[in-house]
């Protein structure tokens, strides 16, 4: 299984390699010269608009010689314009509108979108680039990595301006060199439920250097207050209003500090959904908000007589916006830096006000700059359809320019109410270029590696192969003879293949696959060929195919697992299908619920049949149940309720959870007289008291965000007892209580008793008399328990693993996975009277139930609904593996616990056998079973995602889809290969030979 894991990574990163987006960054440096020379040709040697001194600046619209920039993490635009609604998020930011509407030419308040993904890092690249950032950028907003490619920070630096800065330190792992380290202070940014570090770090060091503005020249201040008020209790909560209005004076006061030479521009780098995250397209998650101001008059807004460019109504629905990156030029012309490099953004008009003139200038500018932007890439210079109209725009603007017609046409342009009504003016046609220029190149940014995409593609599909012929077509006990011979085979292709991928990467130079790529490519095949050879040199090909009809289906309930797999893989074919994933998921498994209650009736026994339909019943009830805990995803809208909040009522049912389960799983061990030994130490004591740790752990978290009992109530040490709670908990579950099972007794008694037993030799017995005399006492040992003594004591484990996924689990996750124990211990019962043990379909129901818990523990198949927020149960600050680990745990915790019940098919209620090794077997072989299952929804949706590439919701939907089966079938290796039967399940099978017999 090893080697499966590593082909499939091999695979899976071909995969990823090829269809994650990248563009070719251009190293070059904007300098005031080439972005003037084609402009200075034109308009002469000496402009009061342009210069032409590398001394000086490269750009005069306006007085500014320095500029306060604050980032306010997520400040999505209705947050800070009038609304009749009482939300707490609105109606507590006031300072943008107010100003904006008694001081329209010191103000500017527009609607700032921002380009998926709405991940921090991404955004704060396009702002500071005026580019794109592709994709996988997003994920990099952990690691942050100096950004080199030109941007204004570095234009700064270059100028010899000097950056002040503070608050959130992805600024410093991103544009650390040209930052002044003497007035630098970053802050960890990750801890999304510390709401004030953060922003107190960036109020105590901003206003003793706005006093003192000699040491510098650009000021940037990162407020992460609302981001992470957001994250860990969404918008609508007292907390954010306090938030709010928080930085709402803080604005007010640097306002009132800043000199007249200086020009300020808050923004939001993202908003926010109406659970408080990011990450992905949905409106509310890109409308963020801009504001500009300065003391002296300076902005000029469009006349807009009836009140339709700056609308509000509808939450501004209709209100003026602009791209982020069209900050970019707008900061560089108002500051007199030139324009970065790789630059896409258009300037803003409303910003140039101060030069009635400037706009003109400033668009052909920025016009110019990206004309030559494109003819120094290889992969845009060609477009002669561009290349046209910036011609036609050149000769039209240089008449104009000759004929100094630039307060003619602002005039026009600026008494527009929107921009398709004057075509035929110069600036929209410089505006219209822009935009055709940017349109262009995210097109051309959709750069696909095919060679890549079909690598990973066909060694996905070689490892479903092999998985299938090793796991379905072979005799296990065939396999377990052939494994030294596979390991064997694979190490000795696998250096034969390397050497010939090399020698042809070499040779033939395929774009895409370097040397290194070449030397994976070999390893992938040197496995898959290892693995196969053993199997091929003994069966042909027609004697493995002879086995599929015997081997691979065993009845009816084989094609209806096939059939959930053939209609599973069939969803990835439309977003709608993957949108409602959740239901359908919830539809199978009450189907197999109808199917199993009326199977039951089957049976022989009259007992089993009883039995089967009362279990039938129960996982039905339990599925729909577990169906009613819903956390939406935006594109479901209006039809989806979302319920999955913290409430008084969610943290008394985990209370009751905590009563109540260990009971439920008392009953089911009492069946088979398992609740021995170790199980009532654990279940009844141990297991017990870490759910109520859990339950008490959510109560401190709901009373310290509950702002009416917040108001009557303080409770100083509850951040101090949770992390107690916390680590106790997961210490208990995850440390003390594995250790403890290791080595710790079986679910087993010895029960003794007395008996009469009569003389064994009848013959010596002549009267009735002597047959009484001849009798004696013995005593008989029973063994408690040994009807299910390995699945008894595995199941501890599992419970161990249960206890860690539901601290981690958010109180109504919490309630899905006591839901989960029920319906595994009810499928369990089930797959044993039904004898459905190594059958399909007990596999496919079993990964269905880790899709089913994924959801309705709060999770979708979006960057957004991440819980990022429980990486900080253990620890105050991000410290591996702790936090990652929280995380993992909350997001794949219920794939985690359905690959570590695995073994539990086969082990649950089976007495003691004189052949484990046919027993672990059998634990193999629905292993590989989930993989393959697995394997397939994975292959399914990288050809899916990749033919629907250019498909209009492919990085909303599908991608993220693809991301999450990809994690699934890692982790399902992982968990498989070295804890389900690596460790644990051969634990439990093997020890009981080492104490009560041979092997």
Not at 773 to 781: D, G, H, L
Request: glycine share 6%; proline share 4%.
């Amino acid at each position: 299984m090893i080697l499966f894991a590593i082909l499939q990574t091999i695979a899976l990163t071909f995969f990823t390699r090829g269809f994650l987006l990248s563009r070719n960054v251009l190293p070059d440096l904007a300098t005031c010269q080439n972005q003037q020379s084609e402009i200075l040709s034109k308009l002469g040697k000496s402009s009061k608009y342009i210069s032409n001194s590398s001394n000086d600046s490269c750009f005069h619209p306006s007085p500014f010689k320095k500029t306060v920039i604050l980032v306010i993490d997520a400040l999505r635009f209705d947050f800070t314009i009038p609304n009749p609604n009482t939300a707490p998020y609105l109606n507590n930011f006031p300072i943008f509108y107010d100003t904006f509407t008694n001081n329209s030419e010191n103000a500017l308040l527009l609607k700032f979108l921002a380009d998926p993904p709405t991940t921090t890092l991404q955004r704060l690249k396009g702002l500071s680039t005026g580019s794109l950032p592709t994709f996988i950028d997003a994920g990099s907003n952990f690691d942050g990595d100096t950004v080199w490619e030109d941007n204004l920070l570095s234009q700064f630096y270059h100028h010899n301006k000097s950056i002040a800065f503070m608050g959130d330190d992805t600024w410093t792992a991103m544009f650390s060199p040209f930052i002044n380290s003497s007035i630098c202070y970053p802050y960890d940014s990750l801890n999304v439920w510390d709401l004030h570090s953060v922003d107190n770090g960036v109020i105590e060091n901003i206003f003793p250097l706005l006093e003192e503005q000699e040491s510098w020249d650009v000021l940037v201040g990162h407020f992460l207050g609302v981001d992470h008020c957001g994250h860990r209790y969404g918008p609508d909560h007292y907390a954010m209003k306090q938030k709010l209005l928080q930085l709402n004076d803080i604005v007010e006061q640097i306002m009132q500090k800043i000199s007249d030479d200086t020009l300020l521009i808050v923004f939001g780098d993202h908003g926010m959904d109406s659970t408080g995250n990011h990450g992905g397209e949905s409106k509310d998650e890109i409308e963020a908000a801009l504001f500009m101001y300065s003391k002296q008059p300076f902005f000029k807004h469009f006349d807009d007589p009836d009140n339709s460019i700056y609308n509000i109504s509808n939450g501004g629905e209709n209100y003026r916006h602009v791209n982020q990156i069209d900050i970019t030029p707008t900061i560089a012309m108002l500051l007199g830096i030139p324009i970065p490099f790789n630059n896409l953004g258009s300037p803003i008009a409303e910003a140039f006000q101060g030069d009635k003139t400037g706009y003109s200038i400033a668009s052909m500018l920025t016009s110019s700059q990206i004309n030559n932007y494109r003819l120094t890439s290889n992969e845009l210079r060609d477009d002669e359809l561009l290349n046209e109209k910036y011609q036609t725009i050149w000769d039209k603007w240089s008449e104009e320019i000759l004929n100094e017609n630039y307060q003619k046409i602002w005039e026009q342009w600026s008494k527009i109410k929107s921009k398709s009504e004057s075509n035929s003016l110069l600036i929209d046609d410089n505006y219209n270029y822009q935009l055709s220029s940017l349109q262009k190149c995210k097109e051309k940014w959709a750069n696909f590696d095919d060679l890549n995409i079909w690598i990973g593609i066909i060694l996905l599909f070689i490892s479903l192969v092999v998985l299938i012929i090793y796991s379905k077509l072979v005799p296990s006990v065939v396999v377990y003879q052939l494994n030294n011979q596979c390991l064997m085979g694979s190490f000795i292709l696998i250096l034969v293949y390397c050497a010939l991928s090399t020698a042809f990467s070499i040779v033939f130079k395929p774009q895409g696959l370097t040397i290194n790529w070449a030397l994976l490519l070999g390893v992938a095949l040197g496995i898959s060929n290892g693995i196969l050879a053993p199997i091929m040199d003994r069966y042909s090909l027609f004697w493995l195919l002879l086995q599929i009809r015997e081997n691979l289906v065993q009845n009816g309930w084989t094609y209806t697992g096939m059939l959930i797999i053939f209609l599973h893989s069939l969803i990835f074919t439309s977003n709608s299908f993957i949108i409602w994933e959740d239901k359908i998921v919830s539809f199978w498994l009450t189907t197999f619920g109808f199917l199993a209650f009326f199977k039951s009736f089957q049976q022989k026994e009259d007992h089993k049949k009883y039995l089967g339909a009362y279990h039938s019943f129960m996982f039905i009830l339990f599925t729909r149940l577990t169906s009613l805990i819903t956390s939406c995803r935006e594109e479901q809208g209006g039809k989806c309720v979302s319920n999955f909040k913290i409430s008084w009522w969610s943290i008394v049912l985990l209370y009751i959870s905590a009563i109540v389960l260990p009971y439920i799983i008392k009953s089911f061990y009492n069946v088979s007289y398992s609740y021995q030994g170790a199980a009532s130490l654990w279940i009844g004591k141990a297991f017990r008291s870490v759910l109520f740790l859990i339950a008490f752990y959510w109560t401190l978290e709901y009373i310290e965000n509950d702002e009416v009992i917040t108001a009557y109530l303080y409770i100083p040490f509850t951040k101090g007892a949770k992390l107690t709670i916390a680590r106790t908990a997961i210490g208990i579950s995850l440390f003390v209580g594995t250790i403890g099972w290791t080595g710790g007794p079986f679910c087993v008694k010895v029960d003794l008793s007395e008996t009469e037993v009569l003389d064994p030799n009848p013959s010596k017995i002549k009267k009735k008399s002597q047959a009484v005399k001849s009798t004696e006492i013995q005593k008989v040992a029973k063994i408690l328990g040994y009807g299910n003594v390995y699945g008894s004591s595995y199941f501890l484990f599992f419970l161990n693993i249960l206890a860690a996924v539901m601290l981690v689990s958010k109180p109504l996750g919490g309630l899905s996975l006591f839901f989960l124990v029920n319906q595994l211990l009810t499928l369990f019962e089930l797959v044993d009277i039904l004898n459905i043990r190594t059958n399909l379909v007990s596999v496919v129901v079993m990964t269905l139930l880790g899709y089913l818990h994924f959801f309705t523990t709060g999770h979708q198949a979006t960057l957004q609904s991440i819980q990022w927020e429980t990486g900080f149960m253990f620890t105050e600050t991000i410290s591996f593996p702790f936090t990652h680990l929280a995380i993992i745990l909350n997001t794949l915790g219920p794939f985690i616990l359905i690959a570590v019940a695995i073994p539990l098919l086969v082990i649950w209620k089976i007495p003691p056998t004189k052949k484990p090794i046919t027993l672990c077997s059998k634990i193999v072989e629905n292993s590989m079973t989930v993989l393959i299952y697995q394997t397939i929804l994975t292959l399914v949706t990288l050809v899916m995602t990749n033919h629907l590439r250019r498909h209009l919701m492919v990085w909303k939907i599908f991608a993220p889809r693809f991301m999450l089966n990809a994690l699934i079938l890692f982790l399902f290796n992982i968990i498989l290969t070295f804890i389900s039967v690596g460790y644990s399940s051969v634990n439990a099978v093997l020890r009981w030979y080492q104490v009560f017999g041979t092997r």
